[in-house]
């Protein structure tokens, strides 16, 4: 197997700040609607007043937003189904489910987040959107509103709201992350996988001999595990490598060297698939190009 070339430059991680990346924030003028005022004591009565009516206003429109959804036949409308008319029709043919529930209702209101189909087929009235996220450490890769910080708050002014991730990150790797709404693409790459390289770096020098044997695959609880690539990080340690795998899970790596004795430090997606982190600093997140998206479709 032809070995990778790798330095620990090719590690780095470390790309200028780019216009492209979605959570780039630019600098306040004061244009009309930018120019500074004078803020308000929030601690005198007048203060405390306008708090309390802010508060109250913004609870409204939170609950009305909430509530108010999207007419069924226009959320089948926007997925380029057919249109508002046919949408009706189909409704009451009960050819339509939210939630795993057919709906014959007319004016039904669905939320974004429901689980909408037609003929069985799921369907979302959002453009198909691509996101790579540069994740830092200590953000969790899933999508539970209940683990702290995740990587959905940091990609939460994304231009689609149904992203999901395509595979994970454990908490504290860092690296590349990609996100879609587009279920198709999705289910491709859990399917086939997709090709991601890390860098790693274990608590002591991995030995020759496990290197090889990761190189001819292991068998860890009755799995085979195989890897595309793995090789020394080029001017570094033996404790550092490059692996290159298709698998698309947050503990196959600890998994690998956990299996022969060596504890994993560092664990850093630098590439996924033909993406890299090319300007796109940690924490940062930006849409991919029509380029970049066409390419999946050789994979």
Request: a positive charge; proline letters at 3%.
């Amino acid at each position: 197997m032809q070995e990778m070339i790798m330095s620990r430059s090719d590690y780095s991680g470390k790309g200028k700040t780019s216009g492209r990346g979605g959570g780039n924030s630019r600098k306040r003028s004061s244009a009309r609607g930018n120019a500074p005022f004078k803020k308000e004591n929030p601690n005198s009565p007048a203060g405390r007043q306008n708090k309390v009516s802010s508060h109250k206003k913004k609870s409204a429109g939170n609950s009305q937003k909430s509530n108010d959804g999207i007419r069924l036949n226009k959320y089948i409308a926007n997925s380029g189904i057919c249109s508002r008319r046919e949408a009706d029709t189909y409704i009451a043919t009960g050819l339509v489910t939210v939630n795993g529930k057919i709906v014959n209702e007319m004016g039904y209101k669905v939320q974004l987040s429901d689980d909408v189909r037609f003929d069985g087929r799921r369907i979302n009235p959002e453009p198909k959107t691509y996101v790579l996220l540069n994740k830092p450490k200590s953000v969790s890769s899933t999508t539970s509103e209940s683990k702290g910080l995740t990587v959905m708050d940091l990609v939460a002014n994304a231009p689609a709201q149904k992203l999901k991730p395509v595979g994970r990150l454990g908490r504290n790797a860092t690296g590349l992350l990609l996100f879609t709404n587009d279920d198709e693409l999705m289910n491709k790459l859990h399917k086939k996988g997709m090709p991601r390289l890390f860098h790693i770096e274990l608590d002591k020098n991995l030995k020759g001999e496990d290197l090889q044997k990761i190189r001819e695959g292991l068998t860890i609880e009755g799995k085979e595990v195989t890897v595309e690539e793995i090789s020394f990080v080029n001017n570094a340690t033996h404790k550092e490598l490059g692996l290159k795998i298709k698998n698309m899970g947050n503990s196959i790596i600890r998994d690998i060297f956990e299996s022969l004795g060596y504890q994993v430090v560092r664990v850093d997606c630098v590439t996924l698939a033909h993406l890299t982190k090319k300007d796109l600093p940690r924490g940062r997140w930006r849409t991919l190009t029509n380029e970049e998206i066409q390419l999946f479709s050789m994979l």
